[in-house]
């Protein structure tokens, strides 16, 4: 069995595909996962978490870019 890789959603996207493909990968809905980033974006220092999105934006590849 090939091991599951985590790729940047193309279908089930809100901005970079990232929640959604984090989604896709633990089977998870992704609208739970979006919901859960904005309340720690609100209740927490919002600005790591910005980071870290946009960091997994850049380096996490979409499907269509895999080798």
């Known amino acids: 069995m090939e ?3 985590l790729y940047r ?3 089930n ?3 970079a595909g990232v929640l959604g493909g984090i989604a896709e ?3 998870l809905d992704a609208t739970i996962l979006r919901l859960i980033y904005i ?3 609100i209740f927490t220092a919002g600005i790591p978490l910005t980071i ?3 960091a997994a934006a850049l380096i ?3 499907k269509s870019e895999r080798s």
């Open 25 to 27: 990968l633990t089977n």
């Open 52 to 54: 870290l999105y946009i």
């Open 13 to 15: 996207s809100m901005l």
């Open 9 to 11: 959603s193309e279908t």
């Open 60 to 62: 996490i590849p979409k």
């Open 39 to 41: 309340v720690l974006l």
């Open 3 to 5: 091991p599951r890789k």
